[in-house]
């Protein structure tokens, strides 16, 4: 066992490697098991060695790999604190609020083994949580959307906004009515303590969806 710090073997890459590839596959099955989109458009895939669903429509896959290209310059430096998926009625109030909160030790007590195979174990338990979410959850109202939020560090968001990773897909600060909401539920679905990184994953639920 070896003992690294976050710089070497730019490991900070591989976990946001890691992380954002389970943040895609989170996303869609969130939006999947939350009926934001018809079930029409989405597949059956494995992933995790467990069964996900996959969109297959275009430009939505496209707004999500952009959103997370954005997002893994943020985590592999440590300055993500949580991103979130906020799903939205059709007044653009949040409903449902699917926050990962994310840290990452500074000293990595690490095996290749761990690295892979362990996270990897890890990371499916999430994975399921999300399939089955759908039982604790009250019913979306028609009509819903979704945007996906990241919370920084304050160090890390004085200089967003000099940071465009991708053209034309600039940071912009998060509306309000998309941050908060009215006493919301929570509702704790997973957490993981690794040697690598630590994640939690929680739904605020608005009371009163209708």
């Not at 440590?78 to 840290?103: G, L, Q, T, W």
């Not at 990371?123 to 399939?131: C, E, N, Q, V």
């Not at 028609?142 to 940071?163: I, Q, W, Y």
Request: charged letters at 25%.
């Amino acid at each position: 066992m070896t003992t690294l710090t976050r710089q070497d073997l730019n490991f900070g890459q591989v976990i946001a490697d890691i992380l954002c590839e389970f943040l895609e596959v989170a996303i869609h099955l969130i939006l999947y098991v939350r009926e934001v989109y018809p079930s029409g458009i989405f597949q059956k895939r494995k992933k995790y060695n467990v069964p996900v669903q996959m969109s297959c429509h275009p430009e939505l896959n496209q707004y999500i790999q952009d959103t997370l290209h954005c997002v893994k310059p943020l985590i592999e430096k440590n300055d993500a604190e949580k991103v979130v998926v906020v799903i939205m009625d059709k007044e653009h109030h949040p409903v449902e609020r699917f926050v990962f909160e994310i840290s990452q030790p500074p000293l990595l007590s690490i095996s290749s083994e761990t690295l892979l195979s362990h996270v990897e174990q890890l990371l499916r338990a999430f994975i399921l949580k999300i399939s089955v979410c759908d039982a604790i959850l009250n019913n979306n109202p028609p009509g819903c959307s979704f945007t996906v939020l990241v919370h920084t560090r304050d160090a890390a968001t004085r200089n967003m906004e000099k940071v465009q990773v991708i053209k034309d897909f600039p940071w912009i600060v998060a509306d309000e009515q998309e941050v908060h909401m009215q006493e919301p539920r929570l509702i704790p679905l997973k957490t993981m303590t690794s040697d690598i990184v630590k994640m939690q994953l929680y739904v605020e639920e608005r009371a009163q969806k209708t």
